[in-house]
C-alpha cells in the first residue's frame, strides 16, 4: 500500500441535511435517484462533491464496466439514514435476475467505507458482469493525472483506450447493427489517488479486492470515468469493500456568486443582485455598482452593505438593490474580489434580446430542410423517409408507446407517406414530438399578433428545401417558423386523419445520433424486399426510417386544433392556402371529436395534456378566429374543470376575455387574486422571487411561463398583478439564478451557455438563442449547471418550447420596460 495521498483530514460526519460532510467535501449516498423518466441521467448512488464541485456519481452496483444512459439499474427498495450511528444503507434489487444487494456507507474518520453486501450469493448469469461502479466526470479531470499502486497515470483528454470486440452490441453504443465492443481497463490496482496534485479533485480509493480504471467515453461520447470492482461468485456478506478517501479543506470558502441579469437592465425595473455566499463565510464586504468609462475607468456609483436576504439550498444570500439608478450606460457589479462582466443599462434593452432565438436556434431546428449558415452547413435536408408504422403494443424510448391498434389505415412497419415535412427538431435529440411542435406554434402566434414581430433575417426555399440563415427573403421570419409547424400538424391530418404522437428514432443506436442528421438515416423508403443496405430508386433495404406513433388521443388532437386554428389567423397573408386548410382541419376535427367519447390513450408526456385543458385551448382558439358562440359556449362548459388548476391556464384565459360575456371576467377575477396571492408567497419562498423546480429536470420552462402568465394577468387585470414578476423571471433566466450568474440562453448577455445539449454537443460547443433548463438542484440542496459538459440534458438541453417562450418573454418586458416610461 503506498502512503496516503494528504495529509490529517477533518473526519467525515453525517450531517443534518442526510449526507456525509468535511470541510469543502461532501459524500451522498443514494439521495438522488435514477431519473424514471429517462434513466441513468449521471445522479445517483455515491456521489462526491468537492470544494462545490459535483465530481463523482453512480457509485452503486452495475451490469457493466461502462454503463451508458438505457442500461439496467438496481432497483431501489430501502433507504435508511441511521443519526445515531452515522451511516447510510441502500437495499436494491434487479427483480429480473433475482438479485438484492445492500450498499452500506461507514464513516472512519477522515474516510467512507462502502461495502457491497449479498444475502446470497451472485446469480451465476451475473458473474464477471455485476460490480460496484463509481464514476467520476471526465471534464474534472482533463490534463490531470491518477497513481496507482504508486505507478503514474494520465487522464487521456481524448478517448483512446483499447477495446474488445464482443458477440453482443450495448444498445446504447451509436450503432444499430454490427458487432459489440466493450473497453478494457486503462490500468487497475488496490490503491488509486486521482489527481494527487489538485486538492479539489483529489480522490483516494482502496480495496482488496482489484479496482479497475475504465474510459467509458470509448463506448459513447457522454461516458465517465469509472472504477470498478467486480462481484465475486459464490460469496455472501460483505463481498466487496472500498475505502473512499474525499479530500477536504479546512477553512475553504466558495467564492462569492453575484446573481444579476448577464444582459442587464432598463431604467425603470428594478435591480436587485442576489449575491450567493458560503454559508460559513461571515464577513461582509460592500457591494459596488460601478460605471464603466470609455477610458476603461470604473467608477463606483453606488456602495454599500448589501441586505440578509437568509439561507436557501446550502448557500446564504444577500441582496444589493441599485433600483434608484437609471442612467443608461455600462456596469459592472463588485463584491469583496469578485466582480461581473459588464452589463448595461438601457430602455431598449430587450428590443434584440430575442433576435438570436429565432434568427439562428429555430432555422437550426427546422426538420425536412437543409440548412446552411454563410460557410457552415448545420445540417442536410433530414429525414425525406418518414415515416413508418410503429409496432403494436410497444413501448418506446423517450416516452413512446403504440397500443393495441395503430387507429390508421397502415400495417405496423408500412412506410406512411407525406409525413416528411415541416417540423422542428423537438430538443437536443432529433424527434418530432407533437405536444411540442402543436405549443410552439401557439407561442409563436401569440408573439406574432402581440408584438407584431416582423424581423426577416432567414430566406426558405419551398422548392428546394433549403433554408440560409442571415440572408432575409422579403418574409417575416416568425411567419415561416409559423408555417413550417403548421406545414408537419397538417400532414399528419392528411396522412392519417389524426395527430398522432410524434416520429422518433426506431431504436437506440439511431436515438443517439450525434451530428448532422441527415447521415442518421439514408433518405429512402425503407422496403423488406430489399436485402440490407441495397438501393433501388428511392428505396432501400436498410430499416432506418422513423416511427410514427399513432394510437388515437382527443388530448393531442385537440392540442393541434389549438394550433391550427391559431395559426391560420397569423398566415392568412403569408399562406392563404395553408391557413384556409388549417381552419378546415381545426373545425371539422372539432366537431369529430364532439361526436364520440374521447379518446384516452395516454404513455409519459407525448399523448397531450389534460384533456379538458386541450379542449380548452381548441376552444378558445376556435373562437378567437371565427367568433363562433358555439366555442363560447364550449369554454363555459370547461369552465369549471379548467378553473381547478388555473396557474396553469392564466394565460390562455385570459385571450378569451374580448369574446366572452362579462360574467366570464367575474368568473375569473377571484382567480386572478388568488394566483396574486400565490405569487407573492412564490416571491418570498427563495432569493430570487421566481418558482424553482426541485425535479429531476431544472425549471427554467416553469420561470418562463410564470413569467408569462403574470404578462397576461397584469394586461388584462392590472389593479390586481403587478407586473414584477415579469422582470423577476427574465432576470432568472439571464443570470440571477443559484449556482452561478451564467445566462441559460445562449449568445444572449455578456457570459451566457457556451456549453449545451444541443444537436452540436458533442464538439463541447452551443446553439445561439437556445435555452437551456437552467439550474438543476441535486437533492437535497446543491445547485448545478455544468458549463464543461453539455451531457447533463436535465440542465443543458435546448427544448424547442423554452426557445418559443423566451421569445415571448422578452417582448413582453420590452413592451412593460416602454410602458413606464
Known sequence: MMPAAHGEEPALRLGDSGYFEAPAANVLVFSNWYDGLFADSKISGVEIIQQDRRIATNGDVRLSATPGQWDAIGRMIERKVDARTGTIEAVLEYPEHDFRYIIRAVPRGADLLLTVELPRALPAALVGKAGLNLEFLPSAYYHNAFMVDGKAGAFPRYPASAMVRTPERNPASGRSDGPGAEPLPLTQGSDIVLAPSDAARRVRLRSQTPIALYDGRNQAQNGWFVLRSLLPAGKTGVVVQWTLSPTSAPGWLRPPSIGHSQLGYTPGQAKVATIEIDRADTRRAQAQLLRVEPSGQEVPVLSGTPAEAGDYLRYRYLRFDFSAVRAPGLYRLAYGDSKTAPFRIAQDLFADAWHPTLDVYFPVAMDHVTVNEAYRVWHGESHKDDARQAPLNHEHIDLYAQGPTTDTRFKPGEHIPGLNIGGWYDAGDYDIRTQTQYAVIRSMVRSWEGFGLDRDTMSVDGATRRVEIHVPDGQPDLLQQIRHGTLQLAAQFDAVGHAIHGIVEPDVGQYTHLGDAVTKTDGKIYDPALKPYEVKGDRSGTPDDRWAFTSRSSALNFGSIAALAAASRALKTLDPALSAK????????????????????????????????????????????????????????????????????????????????????????????????????????????????????????????????????????????????????????????????????????????????????????????????????????FPENHEDWPFFWGQNEYVISAGAGFIELANAAHELANAER
Do not use: C
Not at 396553469?648 to 387574486?673: C, G, H, I, K, N
Not at 400565490?678 to 423546480?693: F, R
Open 582 to 781: 388549417a381552419l378546415a382541419i381545426a373545425t371539422r376535427v372539432w366537431a369529430q371529436e364532439q361526436s364520440h367519447p374521447p379518446y384516452v390513450f395516454q404513455h409519459g408526456n407525448t399523448t397531450g395534456g389534460p384533456l379538458e385543458a386541450e379542449q380548452f385551448a381548441a376552444a378558445v382558439q376556435l373562437l378567437k378566429t371565427t367568433r363562433d358562440k358555439r366555442y363560447a359556449a364550449q369554454i363555459e362548459a370547461l369552465w369549471p374543470s379548467v378553473s381547478k388548476f388555473f396557474g396553469f391556464q392564466a394565460a390562455l384565459a385570459t385571450e378569451a376575455l374580448p369574446f366572452m360575456p362579462p360574467s366570464y371576467r367575474t368568473a375569473m377575477e377571484p382567480l386572478v387574486r388568488q394566483w396574486a396571492a400565490q405569487s407573492d408567497k412564490i416571491a418570498a419562498a427563495n432569493p430570487y422571487g421566481v418558482p424553482i423546480s426541485e425535479g429531476g429536470w431544472a425549471g427554467n420552462e416553469g420561470v418562463i411561463d410564470y413569467g408569462l402568465a403574470a404578462y397576461a394577468l397584469h394586461k388584462a387585470f392590472p389593479a390586481i398583478v403587478k407586473p414584477d414578476a415579469v422582470f423577476r423571471s427574465i432576470d432568472y433566466l439571464l443570470g440571477n439564478h443559484p449556482g452561478s450568474d451564467i445566462s441559460f440562453v445562449s449568445a444572449v448577455g455578456a457570459r451566457s451557455k457556451e456549453v449545451a445539449y444541443g444537436t452540436n454537443r458533442a464538439d463541447f460547443s452551443f446553439i445561439a438563442g437556445g435555452v437551456v433548463p437552467g439550474a438543476l438542484i441535486i437533492k437535497p440542496d
